[in-house]
């Protein structure tokens, strides 16, 4: 080995090294920003809605398999009828479940330059249970729609 080439690993690895630490660090106080892991459906919708009412709504349609074969990787699409203007828009989209440790998918914000309040992914769940869209209107209501997904293991009911 080449003395240039040795300095060279030698000097990566210790950059590698002496960026752990913080990286380690950095990620232990994102968690104690954002609270524990586990956050319950009910202390979700508290966090996002303040206490407000949350109506169903026909606006907000949520799209996702009646069946998933796969947990790991359930596709759901939410649309919420809305002209998206300045005076009526939607501020925010949020994907959540009603039995995961964790409740919340997704949050989207939006303004009306998006022109459209639509937004499609892909979430994770544990087991059968509903998928729930939460629309934060520009006039501070919210409205809601939900969707069962039964979730397969292997195949098998």
Do not use: W
């Not at 996702?64 to 005076?87: H, L, Y």
């Not at 979430?123 to 809601?144: H, R």
């Amino acid at each position: 080995m080449e003395r240039r080439s040795f300095l060279k690993s030698f000097t990566a690895a210790a950059a590698c090294v002496a960026v752990l630490p913080r990286m380690a660090s950095a990620a232990d106080e994102a968690k104690k920003v954002a609270g524990p892991n586990e956050m319950s459906y009910a202390t979700a919708l508290a966090a996002i809605t303040g206490g407000k009412a949350v109506v169903e709504s026909a606006k907000v349609k949520v799209e996702a398999p009646e069946i998933a074969e796969n947990g790991a990787v359930v596709p759901v699409k939410v649309t919420v009828d809305s002209p998206m203007n300045e005076k009526e828009y939607v501020k925010a989209i949020h994907v959540l479940n009603t039995k995961n440790g964790n409740a919340r998918c997704a949050n989207i914000y939006l303004t009306p330059a998006n022109g459209e309040a639509f937004f499609g992914t892909r979430i994770k769940l544990g087991g059968t249970q509903d998928v729930v869209a939460i629309a934060q209107m520009s006039d501070g209501t919210f409205l809601s729609a939900k969707q069962n997904v039964k979730v397969t293991i292997g195949g098998c009911g």
